[in-house]
Structures are given as C-alpha cells and as structure tokens.
C-alpha cells in the first residue's frame, strides 16, 4: 500500500507551567511523531525533560532518534539529502509504490514557547527522486503554511502562508529540498498581525530544531591529544581535551560540577581534571589524582570516557557544543535538547545512574533536556522528571 502524503491530526499538548504558574517560553520539543517512517506507523512520542527510548534491538530507538536529528538539520537549513543520508531505508518496508512509482515517509514535531504549541509536519518523496511533497506548520487552530508538490517536472513546491491581511494568505513557490519554515523569514515582511504570527511561530520552532545537539562519544578517538582548535565539543567528543583546556579556565563553578561528576563515575580518587600542552602543540587531557599523580585519558576504560563526555555535554551548554545554535535569540528563550544513542552503552550502574540524574537535574533548570535511547529502562523507573518511551520489537 502507497504511503499517502497527507497529515494526521492530534491534540496538542497542554504548555508546562513554571513554578509560580509562569508559562514556560523558551523553544523546545515537547513531541515526535513518526506518522510513517521506517518500522514506525502512527507513532506520537511525548518528550519532557528527559526521555528514554527503550527497548529490544530493532524496536527502532536508533530510528527515532534519526527522525529527531534529520529534523534538527532540516531546521538549520540543511538540504533534505544532508538530511537523509539514506532517504528509502527511512520508507516503510511495506509501503507500495503509487502509479507514479512514488513512495516516501512522513514526519513531524511541536514546538511549545511563547506561542504555545506549533506543530510541523512534512511528507518527503524518498523514490523516485527525493523532494519535501507536502509542509504544514500549524498554531492555535491555524494553518500558517502548507505547501504541495503540484507539478512534478519542477524542482519546486507551491506554498501558501497565512497573511491576514487584504489577502487572506499568500501564495509562491519554495525550493522542493528546504524546508519551508526555515526559509519563511526571508519571505514574510511582517506587515500585518497575521505575518507577525507566523513568523513567531515559525523562529520558535526553528530556534528549537537548531537546539539541537547529536552526541555518540567515540573513546577511541578520546584518548589521543588533539590539536587546539575552537574549543567547540564534536558531536563523537573527539576533541574532548581541547575542550577542557578551554573550559576549565572559562568557567571554574560548571568545572567544578564536571570533576564532581567525575568523580561519582570513575574508579579511583579524583581531585581536578586537567589538560595539558605538550611540546608538539597538541593537548591531552589527564585525572589529577591528588598527591601529584596524574592518570592520562589514554588509560581510562570505555566505560569511564563515555561517562566523562556525557557529563561534559549535559554540564555545558550550547555555548561549549559544536552546533549552529540561534545566536540571535537570547538563551532564556531556547533549551538545547541532547539526542545520545546508547545512552548507557559501556556504563556500569554506577555510572548510568549518575549520569540520569545529572540530566534529570539539568532538566530541572529547563535549559537542558535529554533524549536518549537504552536497551532497557527498568533501572531508571520512578527517577522523577524521567519519561521512559516502551518499544517492542
């Protein structure tokens, strides 16, 4: 059966309060929907503060958590190739060609801010030639854009936007490998009450797409020295000692979280962590000991390494991240959400406990929220602020 390219609808959910019954604004993902993408139909995922994706090996974590990041890039501006590496593996198995030979997946999110919840939601054609079929970003009952593939033989798609203004909305054409509410700035003027709607709707869920930051660390990259460079932590934490050498002069209160974190997750006593210059102008990171000894990174476990990058990542903050964030928009506004496949991958209990709970408490303070997938959650039930998303195989 063809994948028809048309949206499902489903209630938004209600804006979280603050305490003090202040309506929480800063741009975030609050939901994922998979309405047909690889092994997923139908599928709405709510996301709080920190979420797990558990389940069996092929349940489709790593899967959700694709769709998530390829959004992500769609949001800062990413053509839909970069997008999907591998567009007709994202098709279900199942889904059958049309008399076109089209067949494709569909997608989506809400954002919640200012303008409480937005919803986005897109139709690509994976085969035969990749291309966003269908767009509809919606707001308070309102359709602010739509677009649709009307004429195959061109690379564009017709786009309608709500104006409420002499005209009701306004319609052009937008390229067929961008994502329309990424590019809406550079085409509303933002005259009318209408335009300015969709315009806030469309940079909150933009600012909460680009807050976004992939993260797998890769230890054996980790334990070599690294040139010094921007300071900017890589999505597989390679760099990671170029990033404390920077950090740890930066800012010694979030430093100091980060040694305690340490200390909590790897064997040993743990008094600082280090880098250090060596001669040939690259830099390494090391666990001062106490009592002048000094354990290089090299030497550390799996475990340990993934453990300490993590708890870099969940410590730090956009600012320290390898990422296109918003610059413009002010931090109180936006909340960068951490995506980590194999979130306890080579962690001991210890560890995975400590590491759930330094994100659980990020998320606490709203400015970090954490989307994860774990083989299996049964260890972090009842951890408050914790949602745990189930999966079958």
């Known amino acids: 059966m063809a994948v028809p390219f048309v949206f499902a609808e489903s ?85 059958r ?76 054409p937008l390229p067929d490998d961008r994502l329309g509410t990424a590019l809406l700035p550079l085409r509303v003027a933002g005259k009318t009450d209408g335009q300015r709607h969709v315009l806030a709707a469309a940079e909150q869920m933009v600012v909460a797409l680009r807050s976004v930051f992939p993260c797998d660390p890769r230890p054996e990259y980790m334990r070599l020295p ?47 962590l280090v880098a250090e210059l060596l001669a040939d102008g690259t830099v390494r990171a090391l666990l001062d000991r106490g009592d002048g000894i000094r354990t290089a990174l090299a030497r550390l476990g799996d475990g340990e390494l993934r453990y300490l990058a993590l708890a870099l990542v969940l410590l730090t903050g956009p600012g320290v991240l390898d990422m296109d964030a918003p610059g413009e928009v002010p931090d109180a506004l936006r909340t960068l959400t951490v995506l980590a496949d194999g979130f306890d991958r080579g962690l001991d209990p210890v560890q995975r406990r400590e590491l759930l709970l330094t994100a659980a408490r990020m998320g606490r303070r709203g400015h970090i929220r954490c989307v994860a997938a774990v083989h299996d959650a049964s260890w972090a039930a009842g951890t408050p602020g914790v949602t745990v998303v189930h999966l079958n195989a």
């Open 11 to 95: 209630p938004a959910a209600d804006v979280p309060a603050l305490p003090g019954d202040h309506p929480d604004i800063r741009s975030r993902i609050t939901e994922l929907r998979l309405s047909a993408f690889a092994g997923h139909r139908g599928a709405g995922f709510p996301l709080g503060p920190v979420t797990l994706f558990a389940g069996p090996s092929g349940a489709g974590k790593t899967t959700a958590l694709a769709a998530f990041g390829a959004l992500a890039r769609l949001g800062g501006g990413a053509p839909l190739a970069e997008a999907f590496v591998d567009p007709v593996a994202c098709v279900p198995e199942r889904a």
């Open 97 to 172: 060609p049309d008399a076109g030979g089209r067949r494709g997946f569909r997608i989506g999110c809400t954002a919640e801010g200012a303008e409480g919840p937005v919803r986005l939601d897109i139709a690509v054609q994976a085969e035969p030639d990749l291309r966003i079929v269908g767009e509809r970003l919606t707001a308070r009952g309102v359709v602010l854009l739509e677009t649709a593939l009307r004429d195959p033989g061109r690379r564009t798609v017709q786009a309608a936007w709500h104006t409420a203004g002499a005209a009701q909305v306004t319609r052009a």
């Open 226 to 272: 690294v040139p010094t460079s921007t300071g900017r932590l890589l999505p597989g934490c390679d760099n990671l000692a170029d990033v404390l050498w920077r950090t740890r002069a930066e800012c010694s209160r979030r430093h100091g979280h980060l040694v305690e974190a340490v200390r909590a997750g790897c064997a040993g006593p743990v008094t600082d």
